[in-house]
């Protein structure tokens, strides 16, 4: 079952239930209010006629009149309407008197009125006779504490029966039109409604079929739940794009470069395996390349493997990390990459940091190696802590980072003119950022040329 029926069966069924209880509501106070003006009016006619009898006046009940006197102009009309019936019984329910209309017919008294009248309490019921239904009230004569008489006046229910029915009938078809044009209106409406989710189902099933994520669901509508689908739904398909073109870039980034390694070991190969053999000297330059190609095929995979981890959002370590000593060892070990060149590492706080102990060593060589590579000048490493966080500065004095480099500088195996001529693949500064990021840190660089560069990696201090 649909989304849109479900959604239109679910508001016709609320719309059926509220005009159900309405009309309910509405046939129940007609019902009562109808049934309570002819009990009033039956119980005033009987005490008056009570009353009368009361007086004494026993020609009254040999020959009674048409209606007892002093009656209001609504009781006039109501006692003259043909079906008013009138009956006199005494207290051993022998009939005194019926009107001409019961005929030979008497009125019923149930047990639970009987026993009403035995304690001198006046009585109200339905009752059907001959496929008729009245409206009886018994009400006894009491005169000296004794029950001498009983009078029973009735009213036909056909009226009030045929005008209820006539009410509940038209309760029921005008409902079930509602109902109807209300499931109608919905379908059409909750259509209209959820056109955006068919627009991004449909959108979703082109993409599978033609592997075309630039395709975009268009909506027109209001920004509502549906207008924050379709946002959000476009926004994940320039995300996927962008994800896929830079998978699709990195990939043939990887290709490029391993097929260097790969053709060098290979040609060097086929020189080794060549009938009559080269010469020893030959030999030596050959495995010399191949050791050269293999260790950096080997630093290539290991480079890969730290992009990959971090793709996967595998978690780091998260421990203290006091700075000064961290930098210390960084600095020793990169003097001993380059024991000719001036690498200073002060002023350093004694503030600590919450990341990776071996990622930050790995990021911090990094940062160094790269400016050992491309800067003849000293190196200096500081570092300042504030509130949440500890900055780690690099800065060189060498040429400096082109304006229209520095966009780029981060990206996988992305190399400047200035590196043309280095024998690495263009990974070690997207590592550094990747671990940083990693560790809910941040990497950034300012440089001038012929001025240096500082690059400043800022990691969140740990909780005290």
């Not at 339905?126 to 009491?142: D, K, Q, T």
């Not at 001993?336 to 930050?360: H, Q, Y």
């Not at 790269?370 to 900055?391: E, Q, R, Y």
């Amino acid at each position: 079952m649909s989304i849109r029926l479900r959604l239109t069966l679910l508001y016709t069924a609320i719309l059926a239930l509220t005009l159900a209880s309405l009309g309910a509501v509405l046939y129940g106070i007609q019902f009562r209010s109808m049934r309570f003006s002819s009990e009033e009016m039956l119980a005033g006619f009987a005490t008056r006629m009570i009353e009368f009898r009361k007086e004494g006046d026993r020609a009254y009940w040999d020959a009674p009149p048409p209606r007892p006197p002093g009656m209001s102009p609504d009781e006039e009309r109501r006692f003259s309407s043909p079906v008013m019936y009138l009956q006199v019984t005494d207290k051993e329910e022998v009939t005194l008197y019926r009107s001409d209309d019961l005929e030979d017919i008497d009125l019923p008294l149930s047990q639970a009125g009987q026993e009403a009248m035995e304690r001198g309490e006046s009585w109200t019921e339905a009752a059907e006779i001959e496929n008729e239904r009245l409206l009886i009230h018994s009400a006894p004569v009491v005169i000296d504490g004794e029950i001498v008489e009983i009078i029973q006046v009735a009213q036909s229910l056909a009226e009030q029966d045929q005008y209820l029915g006539t009410m509940r009938r038209n309760l029921l078809i005008g409902s079930g039109l509602a109902v109807i044009v209300a499931f109608g209106t919905g379908w059409v409406l909750s259509g209209a409604v959820l056109r955006p989710i068919h627009d991004i189902t449909e959108t979703a099933r082109a993409i599978g079929a033609n592997q075309d994520l630039s395709q975009r669901v268009e909506h027109a509508g209001p920004n509502d739940e549906l207008g924050h689908l379709a946002t959000t739904f476009n926004t994940m398909l320039s995300e996927l794009e962008f994800a896929y073109r830079q998978q699709q870039q990195f990939v043939a980034d990887v290709s490029h470069e391993l097929r260097t390694p790969l053709t060098t070991l290979r040609g060097n190969l086929e020189l080794l395996r060549k009938d009559p053999p080269i010469g020893s000297a030959e030999q030596e330059e050959n495995l010399s390349d191949m050791v050269e190609e293999s260790e950096r095929l080997s630093r290539l995979v290991n480079n890969l493997l730290i992009l990959a981890r971090t793709d996967a959002r595998q978690l780091l370590r998260r421990d203290p990390v006091v700075i000064r000593p961290l930098i210390q060892e960084v600095c020793r070990h990169a003097r001993l990459l380059d024991p000719t060149r001036s690498i200073t590492c002060d002023p350093l706080p004694d503030a600590v940091a919450s990341g990776d102990p071996d990622a930050l060593k790995q990021i911090l060589l990094i940062l160094i190696d790269n400016a050992l590579k491309h800067t003849p000048g000293p190196i200096t490493v500081t570092a300042d802590a504030g509130d949440t966080s500890a900055a780690i500065r690099i800065q060189d004095s060498g040429p400096g980072i082109a304006p229209d480099v520095l966009p780029h500088l981060f990206e996988r195996f992305y190399r400047g003119q200035a590196a043309a001529d280095d024998t690495g693949v263009g990974l070690g500064l997207a590592i550094a950022k990747a671990l940083v990021e990693a560790q809910e840190g941040m990497i950034t660089v300012e440089s001038e040329v012929e001025r240096g560069s500082v690059f400043t990696v800022t990691v969140p201090l740990a909780d005290s």
